[in-house]
């Protein structure tokens, strides 16, 4: 054998297993969440959540996260030394208010999602690396009676009163 070809694939062997991520170990998660508080001139509600991750074996913060919120995918974004944003949006009358769970993924884990997702099996049957649980207060979606229709209704009945009492005094 060449020993070019031996130097060239011992330097890829090498490479490769410098490259090849770990998984996180004992992941530690802390968040924050923050979302749209008024949906009344809005069509969708947006939900952000950031959050910073502690393994317990060093450098595995800097693995590429995915997400899975509602059985929908999101981004998973590094704003950070070890600290992540997910960030996905709902439909107004489909955004409850209650809990969310983010269910957070590695690359391998993320690659089981896909493949479930392509056989169409169920991604929650795929284990998660962690997940974040939110809690969404709900959003502000106007008064019941909006002010137009109310200022309607008083002018209306004003308008009653005063032509009933013109008639009563005119007979």
Known sequence: ??????????LVA???????ASSCT???VKSSFFSTSDATI??????VTE????????????????????????????V???KYQVSWNEEIKKASSGKYTIRLFDEESFAAVRKAQRAGEDIQSVKALTNVVVSF???????????EILASGVVGFVAYVAFSTRSKLLA
Do not use: T
């Open 42 to 47: 809005v069509s969708q509600i947006a939900f």
């Open 26 to 28: 004992s992941p530690e």
């Open 137 to 147: 207060p709900g959003a502000y979606k106007g008064p019941w009676i909006n002010s």
């Open 51 to 78: 959050f910073s991750l502690k393994c317990s074996n060093a450098g595995a913060e800097k693995l590429p996260l995915f997400a899975e919120v509602g059985g929908k995918l999101a981004p998973v974004v590094r």
């Open 80 to 82: 950070g030394d070890g």
């Open 1 to 10: 054998m060449n020993p070019k070809a031996v130097l060239l694939f011992a």
């Open 14 to 20: 090498v490479s490769a297993s410098l490259c090849r």
